[in-house]
């Protein structure tokens, strides 16, 4: 079975965004601001500021305080009497007052936290799902001329639910694998690479199909699969300086047309080849057979 070359992959998605990536930057944009990353950058804000609040506070509760100094005599059986030095209240570790103040912006952050977090949640069940398969969209119907902006917004229109429920239990099964170590994690991710460009293909595919033609699509390939996406690292770490000034948007709406087309590029690929191997049939993806 023939395979895929990654520097073709890139040269080709260079082509294919002649004369559109600015549109394909306006599309990854609203895909990423209605996909929680704004959100998502304000949460990691407010959770290292909370993160070194609690720290430093901790480190000044244990810091032991000093009263004011004093002499009295010490008492013993030799019959001796020395004058020592005491610090009244001697040692404390707990300060009522800082405390106090401590407990208080604890629960200030919690509570901001805990409301980012949940907002965080529904929009990306409810809209950052669907509008990564409207972008998936976008790029591989770009591919082919069809670069219309009103494509990144498609998936609301075609089986919302079903996306929505096939992305969601995606990125649930994904979640569980892992909380077993972080390399099943990630190999759980490559499993199902294709699922969004599957699912932007046939919004009415079940997750369980989407996730089964995945797992096909990505046998023996989800180490160059790894490759391929360590390729563009010193552009993400250029991204995420720029996201750094920009709630974490800029960058990554830079970065991500010439990901995405290249993503799309290698999906097309191995879509055909699927189709050509009789791993799945054409009118599966609402392809027309040749």
């Avoid at 009295?72 to 020592?84: F, I, Q, T």
């Avoid at 409207?134 to 996306?163: K, P």
């Avoid at 999906?267 to 080849?273: E, G, H, K, S, T």
Wanted: proline fraction near 2%; glycine fraction near 10%.
């Amino acid at each position: 079975m023939y395979t895929w070359n990654r520097p073709i992959l890139k040269a080709n998605a260079k082509l294919a965004l002649q004369h559109r990536y600015w549109r394909g930057f306006a599309v990854s944009l609203v895909a990423l601001l209605l996909s929680g990353t704004a959100i998502s950058f304000f949460w990691s804000r407010w959770y290292s500021d909370a993160m070194i609040y609690i720290w430093g506070t901790m480190r000044r509760l244990a810091r032991p305080s000093y009263g004011s100094y004093s002499f009295y005599p010490r008492h013993h059986s030799y019959g001796y009497g020395y004058g020592y030095g005491s610090f009244g209240g001697g040692y404390t570790y707990l300060q009522n007052d800082l405390l106090n103040t401590f407990l208080s912006q604890l629960l200030r952050y919690v509570a901001v936290i805990g409301v980012l977090t949940i907002v965080l949640l529904l929009v990306r069940i409810f809209l950052g799902s669907v509008m990564q398969v409207g972008q998936a969209r976008y790029y591989v119907h770009s591919r082919f001329g069809d670069s219309r902006f009103g494509i990144v917004f498609s998936g609301f229109r075609d089986c919302y639910l079903n996306v929505v429920g096939a992305k969601f239990t995606t990125g649930l099964i994904i979640w569980l694998w892992s909380l077993l170590l972080v390399v099943p994690g990630i190999v759980a991710s490559y499993r199902y690479y294709y699922v969004n460009f599957l699912l932007a293909d046939n919004p009415g595919l079940t997750g369980s199909r989407a996730r089964a033609i995945s797992r096909l699509m990505t046998q023996g390939e989800k180490g160059r699969l790894f490759v391929f996406d360590l390729s563009f690292l010193g552009w993400m770490l250029l991204a995420g300086i720029v996201n750094a000034f920009t709630f974490g948007t800029g960058g990554s709406a830079l970065l991500a047309p010439y990901y995405m087309a290249a993503r799309a590029e290698l999906y097309i690929f191995a879509r055909d080849r699927a189709i050509q191997a009789g791993l799945l049939h054409p009118a599966e993806l609402n392809l027309a057979a040749a």
